[in-house]
């Protein structure tokens, strides 16, 4: 099985690699645009991530170029945990900062600690478990909450992004399909 970095990806996955050509940043919702398309395998969901770890997922493709929806998308939300536990939340991002993304809905039970590090979840079919996020800059808490707020600074600099890697999951299709028969069959 292939590595990058913490994470082992499954020998389902395949990889295809892209040069980026245009990156926005500073918008509310942010898209990169990579030099591969249709005609290089390129699919809309597959996810795209760069040596440092999580980038986006793909949103839109031509013959020859496709677009990333970057985490730097008020529209993205992306199932992450704690690497050393199997507490997840949802990856957003509040607009202030383009290294600074947030964690929401971690369980107050998940042992938050500055400096953890946050990696994917793998309860998608878009990532593998393990992918490289960032780590927990602060978080905070209410007291009659349930949920944990988490700043993670982002392993990868956003805004200085060359060389991006597509990731496809070929057991995709055949565990969408079966999930979907789970629900029909309780409706």
Known sequence: MPTLDSATIPSS???????VINNTYSKTKNNITINKGAGDSIE???GVISSKG????????SQNYATVQSILN???QINAKLK???HFGSLVWDTKDPNIVQLIDVPRLAPVVVGD???TG??????????LIGIIKDFSIEADANYYDLNIQLFNDMTNLKHVYMIKNNSADEIITLEKQIEDAEQ
Do not use: C, H, Q, W
């Not at 793998?122 to 593998?128: D, L």
């Open 122 to 131: 793998g309860k998608s079919t878009i990532f593998p478990k393990g992918i």
């Open 54 to 61: 999580l980038v986006g997922i793909i949103n839109s493709v």
């Open 74 to 76: 008020t529209k993205s």
């Open 44 to 46: 809309i969901d597959m």
């Open 84 to 86: 050393n536990s199997e």
């Open 13 to 19: 996955y395949l990889f295809y690699s892209a040069r």
């Open 117 to 119: 590090t946050i990696v």
